[in-house]
T-cell receptor, first 113, second 113 residues
Framework: NAGVTQTPKFQVLKTGQSMTLQCAQD?????MSWYRQDPGMGLRLIHY???????DQGEVPNGYNVSRSTTEDFPLRLLSAAPSQTSVYFC????????????FGPGTRLLVL | GQQVMQIPQYQHVQEGEDFTTYCNSS?????IQWYKQRPGGHPVFLIQ?????EVKKQKRLTFQFGEAKKNSSLHITATQTTDVGTYFC?????????????FGKGTLLTVNP
């Protein structure tokens, strides 16, 4: 299994540009989440999904859209990038069990100029 | 989301010294997870604590959950350079969902060889 994969690894955007961060998992996990990580701020939840067709907002959803058309994929869309969205983005997946372990992808480093 | 205070924010030790990080909540927690993130890497699940007063060990790592389930600690005995990284706690309130984790801000551990 590849686990959780994310593309691209690095991206530079200009303010106002749009882009999609890709996330895929091959573990048949029901749950998927997007986090952003900024220095000194820990990991903050952006959006999450409990299954195909179902998404909900986390702590910091503004400026981001998500959709979940398949179990495997959970893309994160930035409609109009802003410098405040410069961050490292992590996708994570998990499945329903007694211990719900989050499996994280390698991350996407995004710089918005 | 669940707010916790994780202390210290940074800790620098000499190799062989012990290290402890604490996670404190003002409210009672259902359970708590701990993750480790190596520099440049992604968070990796370490353990989950559920029971009041629970203590779990993984080699040189000892995890504790307070009797009141409002605090937790991670203790590393005789640190090694491989222990370098940021340690995050991820608490869960009663009725919360493990797939919708919120994280503490983390403790960055550096080890001088």
């Amino acid at each position: 299994n590849a686990g959780v994969t994310q593309t691209p690894k690095f991206q530079v955007l200009k303010t106002g540009q749009s882009m999609t961060l890709q996330c895929a998992q091959d573990m048949n996990h029901e749950y998927m989440s997007w986090y952003r990580q900024d220095p000194g701020m820990g990991l903050r939840l952006i959006h999450y999904s409990v299954g195909a067709g179902i998404t909900d907002q986390g702590e910091v959803p503004n400026g981001y859209n998500v959709s979940r058309s398949t179990t495997e994929d959970f893309p994160l869309r930035l409609l109009s990038a802003a410098p405040s969205q410069t961050s490292v983005y992590f996708c994570a997946s998990s499945y329903q069990s007694r211990v719900v372990t989050q499996y994280f992808g390698p991350g996407t480093r995004l710089l918005v100029l | 989301g669940q707010q916790v205070m994780q202390i210290p924010q940074y800790q620098h030790v000499q190799e062989g010294e012990d290290f402890t990080t604490y996670c404190n909540s003002s409210t009672t927690l259902s359970n708590i997870q701990w993750y480790k993130q190596r520099p440049g890497g992604h968070p990796v699940f370490l353990i989950q604590l559920v029971k009041s007063g629970e203590v779990k060990k993984q080699k040189r790592l000892t995890f504790q959950f307070g009797e009141a389930k409002k605090n937790s600690s991670l203790h590393i005995t005789a640190t090694q350079t491989t222990d370098v990284g940021t340690y995050f706690c991820a608490p869960l309130n009663s009725g919360g969902s493990n797939y919708k984790l919120t994280f503490g801000k983390g403790t960055l551990l550096t080890v001088n060889p």
